[in-house]
């Protein structure tokens, strides 16, 4: 048994699929400490997990990239956000590292005080991504435009030239801040963004193909594992659910605030007409001066995979967890992305074609209406992405890769992998 400290943003989405891998780990045994947002401290502890909350600080800072006029300035508040909480995540994960003496390290990639921390010491480490990381591959465009790929010459040439561009903006906003909050920890400075994101020895990525483009390559120290799903158990199906007598139409909004309250009111207006019933999710709050469609159910959480496993499309704000959640059951969506890493998402739906995307700035109760009827005949294409995420191995091989790269570090844990192996029937090693 090796003692595991895990470390994540404070963001349900993040710490939603990092459970599913904590629980994987914890079921072989291996004890786990857990620090996250305040919220999620109970949910950690009901899982077993020993969990605390994450410096207050952290939590403070909230996303407020949305209000910004363009994506450069939406990308530099972002940067702005991830380094001041950074700055107090070097001494609480040290805080926690001293206090758990841990075995090894799982970290939130959007940790970056936490990553730099892990970099510096001599503890196996391993980094953790719940969406699609910014990193470069041959034949991939620059991440962040929701561009695309584009076979042949007039691809390369494309790529070409916008890469120095959008890298050239990313690198000029991530780089003083981040080799700055490196310095503090005392990891060693960085020339790329892409050199920060890649540091970790082992990268878990909650993704697969045909989601992720055909040709995408990180090498073998980034691994698809999947969509990490977990959501809290619930004694019973709820009533307001088991009444509902239509095929399900849900609708997702970010758990971190963002400007698409306007999807949850232009879905219920677009649908209004159709045999459907809408369910609506608002985490980062409920309006007070939103009506309610007489064939919708607008809530500020319910579980997704009940909902999902009575739907025929799911309209999603592009986030990573409510998209893939849905495909990884077959269910099309419709994607309509606000910002973030959501224009990526909703590009890799439309050209996997296992849905559609609609571009927020062109959302129209007539436009969703017609991408998710189009959406609705493209069962097809869902089923093929669930089978390639199912075809990664999942949660378990996860575990298996960071039980086999991570825990091996660690004399310890590997002389206990190797009875626990032994006494399976099989080898870790």
């Not at 956000?81 to 075995?103: G, L, N, Q, S």
């Amino acid at each position: 048994m090796a003692t595991i400290l895990a470390y994540t943003s404070p963001a349900l989405g993040h710490l939603f699929p990092f459970s599913a891998v904590l629980e994987e780990l914890s079921r072989r045994g291996h004890e786990i400490h857990l620090r996250t947002l305040s919220t999620g401290v109970q949910m950690g502890r009901n899982l077993g997990f020993a969990t605390d909350a994450i410096d207050p600080r952290i939590e403070a800072l909230v996303h407020e990239d949305w209000k910004a006029s363009n994506p450069r300035a939406a990308l530099k508040m972002a940067v702005e956000m991830f380094c001041r909480r950074a700055a107090y995540e070097v001494p609480d994960f040290t805080d926690a590292i001293t206090r758990t003496r841990p075995d090894a390290l799982l970290v939130d990639i959007n940790t970056w005080g936490a990553m730099s921390v892990a970099d510096a010491g001599d503890i196996p480490w391993a980094c953790f991504s719940p969406y699609t990381p910014a990193l470069q591959s041959r034949g991939v465009p620059p991440f962040g435009l929701g561009l695309a790929p584009l076979p042949g010459l007039l691809g390369r040439v494309r790529d070409a030239a916008l890469r120095p561009i959008v890298m050239g903006m990313i690198e000029r906003t991530v780089l003083p801040p981040g080799n700055r909050i490196r310095a503090t920890a005392g990891a060693p400075p960085v020339a790329s963004a892409d050199e920060f994101m890649r540091r970790a020895p082992l990268m878990l990525v909650a993704s697969g193909k045909p989601f992720e483009y055909p040709q995408t390559d990180w090498g073998d120290a980034v691994q698809l594992i999947g969509p990490c799903m977990y959501e809290p158990a619930m004694d019973s199906v709820p009533d307001w659910l088991e009444a509902i007598d239509r095929p399900i139409v849900l609708v997702t909004t970010s758990s971190q605030k963002q400007a698409d309250i306007k999807l949850v009111v232009t879905a219920m207006t677009a649908l209004a007409d159709e045999p459907v019933h809408v369910v609506a999710t608002l985490p980062a709050g409920l309006p007070s001066d939103v009506t309610i469609a007489p064939n919708a159910t607008v809530l500020e959480f319910a579980p997704h995979g009940p909902v999902l496993d009575r739907a025929v499309c799911a309209v999603t704000h592009g986030g990573m967890g409510a998209t893939q959640k849905a495909l990884a059951r077959g269910v099309p969506v419709c994607v309509v992305p606000f910002g973030r890493d959501q224009f990526e998402v909703a590009r890799r739906v439309e050209v996997a074609r296992c849905g559609t995307r609609l571009p927020a700035k062109k959302l129209t109760a007539h436009r969703l209406s017609a991408a998710v009827r189009q959406a609705m005949t493209m069962s097809d294409g869902a089923h093929r992405v669930a089978a390639g995420f199912a075809a990664t191995g999942g949660v378990a091989r996860g575990v298996d890769l960071f039980e086999q790269r991570v825990l091996t570090c660690n004399p310890t844990a590997r002389s206990t992998l190797w009875k626990q192996g032994r006494d399976n029937g099989r080898l870790h090693l």
